[in-house]
């Protein structure tokens, strides 16, 4: 499942990664491989920005800006029964994911 184009917060300092491959295990939407003994991010349109990956990395070498974006905005709206909003309303074309 893909969200929207390049909007993810996802960030990977590859330098800092041990290649213990855990980022995959915990990621729902395969977002990460583990190539030549590091992770690699094989689509950054794939995540939802749950922040399970950069939780629940040793080194740190992951970062998200978890719970923010379109995904979270649906799932919030879901749980409380109100309108989605992700906050990107913007004059800007980068700032409108919505």
């Given at each position: 499942?893909?969200?929207?184009?390049?909007?993810?917060?996802?960030?990977?300092?590859?330098?800092?990664?041990?290649?213990?491959?855990?980022?995959?295990?915990?990621?729902?939407?395969?977002?990460?491989?583990?190539?030549?003994?590091?992770?690699s991010i094989?689509?950054?349109?794939?995540?939802?920005?749950?922040?399970?990956?950069?939780?629940?990395?040793?080194?740190?070498?992951?970062?998200?800006?978890?719970?923010?974006?379109?995904?979270?905005?649906?799932?919030?709206?879901?749980?409380?029964?109100?309108?989605?909003?992700?906050?990107?309303?913007?004059?800007?074309?980068?700032?409108?994911?919505?």
């Amino acid at each position: 499942m893909k969200y929207l184009r390049d909007v993810a917060t996802v960030k990977l300092a590859e330098e800092k990664c041990s290649g213990c491959g855990t980022c995959v295990e915990v990621c729902p939407h395969n977002v990460f491989i583990i190539k030549n003994r590091r992770a690699s991010i094989v689509d950054r349109d794939r995540c939802m920005e749950c922040g399970a990956c950069m939780m629940n990395c040793p080194s740190g070498a992951l970062f998200v800006d978890k719970g923010v974006g379109c995904a979270a905005a649906l799932i919030n709206s879901m749980i409380t029964g109100g309108e989605p909003t992700c906050g990107c309303g913007g004059n800007d074309s980068k700032d409108n994911c919505c």
